[in-house]
């Protein structure tokens, strides 16, 4: 009755948007949705077997790594940490020597791998280090626009991947990976770190052990970090930083917010993103920012800035319950991905991180109720692995327990946390939220990239506490 309800009035407004496997919209008026048909995004035809639950047992996982900028530079440090015994690198890459050479150093230095294999000079150099045959596991560390296209060569060339965050900037590109996942049978896990963090895990162990209650009915997640004179610092415009913000619309970066928030609510295990509806204030701070740069600056007086300072998008899941999304990297604010969740017996909300689970709404608990809580719920690979992981370090050590995480699922045969469905589904948020406001706000309809299978029940593998 409640779908009902909402469809109708989505009827009564200006329409909803479906999308194509290959990109393009559908606009369904107002009149065809007072029919009472609800709209769907047709999936393609399956190219192989569903990947949900595969595995892959590999006793030392031989590693290739493309890009070795500040993100690749410091992961590969972590990967390093896994020899010898979780796996090796075999390989580096990346299309500066400078780099390269200095990694190499380092691996060579730190002594548990041998010297990798090294590729470097050219646009290309990437294709030839995934063509090894002596490589499991591709670890893709590159601006967006390139995770996608490195990702399906590797998978096509007899290889696992593993990928920064956003997997894919396009509609079309979520399904590649996909279609590409399941034609060939390798692993694609985006490298969503953010899951992986101390408190995130809490959250998420809380929720499993019943103190939000029986039902989750909204969260709200997302990217807010001022970065504003980082885009103009050299390093930044000559890469795609930049570019990204004066060519496209929408929530450029979701899944730091969004990822935490799908393991709570277990999306694609038993429930599903539906619907997305985004706006975008007006952009101000790059260019009053443009203004002030010398005249020999590139970006001297850039006022063509296509992403505003705030997006905003309100996603519905099958089982409607709500997720609020912002995307803010421009305004003057503290860092911070919300990290909201409300249930019937419970809410948390982040930065700072507070607890309320009085249900007679006398607000948050205090700071000794909030630590019996830390202590008691604190998700067991914490408790297991703190030293290591802030030894190590990345983020306060969620960098190394997701590297650390992935490298055991081989090692066990076992599933990887996340797989390529949760890749596509969190990346999508960018292009869905771009086809939102290019309509108005209307909401967009999310492609279903399990074609039903998120119906299963599925178990999460982090929280198989006999794993750990």
Not at 59 to 68: H, K, R, Y
Not at 124 to 141: A, E, G, P
Not at 325 to 330: I, N, P, R, T, W
């Amino acid at each position: 009755m409640q779908r009902r309800k909402y469809l109708k009035g989505m009827a009564t407004a200006a329409g909803i948007v479906t999308v194509s496997s290959t990109g393009n919209a559908q606009v369904w008026d107002s009149d065809e949705l007072s029919k009472g048909e609800e709209p769907k995004n047709p999936s393609p035809p399956r190219k192989g077997d569903s990947v949900m639950g595969l595995t892959d047992q590999i006793d030392t996982v031989n590693v290739g790594i493309i890009g070795l900028g500040n993100r690749g530079f410091s992961m590969t440090q972590l990967i390093d940490a896994m020899a010898p015994d979780k796996g090796v690198i075999k390989a580096i890459c990346d299309i500066r020597e400078k780099p390269v050479e200095e990694m190499s150093d380092w691996i060579k230095e730190e002594g548990k791998n041998d010297p990798p294999a090294t590729y470097s000079g050219s646009k290309n150099s990437w294709r030839k280090l995934v063509q090894r045959d002596d490589l499991d596991l591709v670890f893709v560390f590159t601006p967006h626009q390139a995770h996608t296209p490195m990702a399906e060569y590797a998978m096509k060339k007899g290889k696992h991947v593993a990928v920064e965050v956003p997997a894919a900037t396009t509609i079309q590109e979520c399904w590649t990976l996909v279609d590409t996942a399941e034609k060939t049978q390798k692993q694609c896990v985006m490298l969503e770190n953010v899951c992986y963090f101390d408190i995130e895990m809490w959250v998420l162990n809380m929720v499993r052990q019943g103190v939000f209650g029986d039902k989750l009915t909204y969260a709200s997640g997302g990217y807010i970090h001022n970065l504003v004179a980082e885009y103009f610092f050299e390093a930044y415009w000559k890469d795609w930083r930049s570019k990204n913000h004066r060519k496209y619309k929408g929530d450029l970066y979701p899944t730091h917010g969004l990822g935490p928030i799908a393991f709570y609510m277990g999306i694609n295990r038993g429930d599903r993103l539906e619907y997305i509806a985004s706006q975008e204030s007006p952009e101000t701070q790059l260019t009053e920012r443009a203004k002030e740069l010398p005249e020999d600056h590139w970006a001297h007086g850039a006022d063509d800035w296509a992403n505003g300072d705030t997006t905003r998008s309100e996603i519905l899941t099958e089982q409607d319950r709500q997720i609020h999304l912002q995307f803010d990297v421009k305004t003057n604010r503290g860092y911070s991905r919300k990290n909201e969740l409300a249930g019937v017996d419970a809410y948390h909300e982040g930065f700072p991180s507070q607890l309320a689970v009085d249900s007679e709404g006398h607000g948050f608990v205090d700071d000794a109720t909030y630590d019996q809580y830390y202590e008691e719920y604190r998700h067991p690979l914490w408790v297991q692995m703190e030293e290591i992981a802030e030894e190590y370090g990345g983020h306060g050590g969620g960098d190394f327990l997701e590297i650390y995480r992935l490298f055991d699922a081989f090692n066990d045969g076992r599933p990887p946390d996340m797989d390529v469905y949760d890749a596509a589904a969190w990346s999508a948020v960018r292009p869905l939220s771009a086809t939102s406001i290019e309509y108005g706000g209307i909401p967009v309809k999310f492609p279903d990239f399990t074609r039903g299978d998120w119906q299963n029940k599925r178990k999460l593998q982090v929280m198989d506490f006999d794993t750990i």
